[in-house]
C-alpha cells in the first residue's frame, strides 16, 4: 500500500492487526473513523491508548467518530461527549493527530434506518453538526489554527504524505 500510495486506515482492524500495521507501515496510518477505548472500555471497535500512542508516531491522525456507541455506552450521549473524545487525544498524542471522522450523514442514521438500537447523539441537529462541533472546540478553548488542523488540516498533511510517491 505505502508503494502504491494507498492511505492505510486501520479503523475497522482490531488490536493485533491495528500494532501490525503501524509497525509495518514506513508512511503514516489513519484511524479515520473510531473512538477511544479509555472513554468507553467495552467497545473493542474503540482504539486503546497503545494504539493511538503508536498512530502519533507514525505521523497518523485518528478521526473522532460521532456514533452514539463509540462515542458513550450508556445515558444520553451529546456532542460534548464527543468532545471528550477529542481532549483525550489532544493530551495523549497533540492536536496534530486529531481529526473529524463522524460516520454519518447530514440526517443521521437512525431517521432512515429505524434500527433495533440508536446511532445518533441526542439533541444533535446533523446537517449542523460541523457547526456544533466547531463551536464547542472555540468554547473548549482551541484556537483557531487548531481548529483548522482538527476539521481537517491533519487528515490534508497525513494523506499529503501517504500519496507521495
Known amino acids: 500500500m505505502n508503494k502504491t500510495g494507498m492511505a492505510v486506515d486501520v479503523s475497522h482492524c482490531g488490536d493485533r492487526t491495528t500494532l501490525d500495521a503501524f509497525e509495518i507501515s514506513k ?4 484511524i479515520t473513523h473510531s473512538n477511544c477505548r479509555a ?21 497518523g491522525v485518528m478521526g473522532i467518530t460521532m456514533v452514539r456507541t463509540f462515542v458513550r455506552s450508556t445515558g444520553r ?6 468532545l471528550d473524545h477529542i481532549d483525550h487525544l489532544v493530551k495523549l498524542v497533540g492536536v496534530e493527530h486529531v481529526g473529524i471522522g463522524s460516520d454519518v450523514d447530514l440526517d443521521g442514521r437512525d431517521i432512515r434506518i429505524r434500527p433495533t438500537r440508536r446511532f445518533d447523539l441526542d439533541g444533535i ?16 478553548n482551541y484556537s483557531s489554527e487548531n481548529i ?12 499529503t504524505e501517504a500519496w507521495a510517491a
Open 77 to 82: 450521549v451529546t456532542i460534548e461527549h464527543v
Open 27 to 30: 508512511k503514516p496510518v489513519l
Open 148 to 159: 483548522e488542523l482538527i476539521l481537517g488540516g491533519n487528515f490534508e498533511r497525513a494523506l
Open 125 to 140: 441537529d446533523y446537517a449542523r453538526k460541523i457547526f456544533d462541533l466547531t463551536e464547542g472546540l472555540f468554547k473548549r
Open 39 to 59: 472513554l468507553v472500555p467495552q467497545s473493542s471497535r474503540c482504539k486503546t491508548d497503545e494504539s493511538i500512542k503508536k498512530m502519533a508516531a507514525k505521523g
